[in-house]
């Protein structure tokens, strides 16, 4: 039985041809005692309406009121087939244009008179001819009432399914841009590992040349470094191309590096070549995990520069501050320096980040990064992180 119902709901033409063939099958016994031929084609006409109401909703129902008009001027009597005219009132209201709705309706109102001037209903008194009108007219009127309810249920589930679609393409989008923000943090990720790992090994790699003859013990020791700073780089990459995976194997990746980690991260620039001072000031304290990672990298990029563009002899100090509500940082150097151009256009390796992955991580944190040569030579970035406004 579901199946079937199923099926109608599927192709309502079909129902509405059975409908209208039983209304047909119905009318015909009155007809056959009445023996009117008109009636009969009057019926006929009805039930073929009802057959395209869904269709048709506008043109059936002017149909519809002709026939039922030309019914009522020969004073027929009223038949099954006639219930074809309240299924097309329902019709008009519910698929119908506005203005065929409103016409529906002022239609409804008029049958109960005007069945009351085509049968002949003088002879009633007053209040029986009132009463009578309004009988014959509330059939019509409940229907198009009908009809109307189911237009705005109509019009209520489509702009529940309008709705959902919208927040299913606003969902979508808001995906996307989480992606491309993902990305972008794991583009910096990688610039900041390769950027100063590699700057560290081509160091010590350069050093070991140097010494390979004289000293191996020494040349020995600058390719344990590079080994050591190496295997380092897999590590944080693996995790960080890792986050491209499924969520399973999130608990595979060591954390993200944060202020402890500052110690290491230092002797290992020391051991490149890069006399480092480190300052701390004010009581560590625990700090937001983005603030921490953005932290250190800030740190590490500064001294890959310095190491870069500082030269021979240069010599850098990392000064951390923990104040009130910010953790202060200030890391320069006293080497040659870098241009302004550069401090403007944030770095000029091969990645295209530099001092930009830096601006993009304070703001990520609401901070604040002033960076560019340091008076008397050199150069000097200094960061300023909210620690009750991480967003990370």
Not at 101 to 111: C, K, Q
Not at 214 to 241: D, N
Request: proline share 5%.
């Amino acid at each position: 039985m579901q199946l079937l119902y199923s099926w109608f709901r599927r192709h309502p033409t079909v129902s509405d041809t059975a409908w209208a063939l039983l209304l047909l099958l119905l009318s015909v016994p009155q007809m056959v005692a009445d023996r009117s031929v008109g009636q009969l084609l009057l019926s006929v006409g009805l039930c073929g309406l009802l057959c395209v109401r869904r269709i048709y909703p506008d043109a059936v129902l002017w149909a519809g009121a002709a026939i039922a008009f030309v019914q009522l001027a020969y004073a027929h009597n009223i038949y099954a087939a006639d219930m074809a005219l309240l299924v097309l009132g329902y019709g008009a209201a519910a698929f119908g244009k506005p203005w065929t709705s409103r016409a529906a309706l002022m239609l409804g109102f008029a049958a109960g008179p005007l069945a009351v001037i085509s049968f002949n209903h003088n002879v009633m008194s007053r209040p029986s001819i009132i009463a009578y009108a309004v009988l014959a007219s509330t059939p019509f009127v409940l229907s198009w009432v009908l009809g109307r309810f189911t237009s705005i249920r109509r019009a209520y589930y489509l702009e529940l399914e309008d709705r959902a679609a919208r927040l299913e393409r606003e969902r979508d989008a808001q995906a996307k841009v989480a992606v491309a923000a993902e990305r972008a943090r794991i583009a910096r990720e990688l610039h900041d590992v390769v950027a100063h790992n590699v700057s560290v090994m081509i160091v010590q790699a350069d050093g070991a040349s140097y010494v390979m003859d004289s000293s191996p013990e020494q040349a020995k020791e600058a390719l344990a470094t590079i080994a050591g700073t190496g295997r380092q780089a897999l590590t944080e990459m693996r995790r960080l191309l890792g986050l491209l995976r499924s969520a399973d194997t999130a608990g595979e990746y060591v954390p993200q590096p944060g202020v402890e980690q500052l110690p290491d991260l230092l002797e290992q620039v020391r051991s490149a070549g890069l006399p480092v001072e480190f300052q701390v000031e004010g009581e560590p304290r625990p700090l937001p995990r983005g603030v921490e990672l953005t932290a250190y990298r800030i740190v590490q990029e500064a001294l890959t520069n310095a190491r870069k563009h500082g030269g021979p002899q240069a010599s850098a100090t990392v000064r951390i501050s923990f104040e009130d509500g910010d953790l202060a940082m200030v890391i320069e150097d006293d080497g040659r320096g870098a241009s302004a151009a550069l401090a403007r256009e944030g770095g000029e390796d091969g990645f295209g980040h530099g001092l930009i992955g830096m601006r993009e991580r304070v703001g990520m944190v609401g901070g604040s990064l002033d960076a560019g040569p340091r008076v008397g030579g050199g150069f000097r970035i200094k960061a300023v992180l909210p620690l009750g406004a991480s967003r990370n």
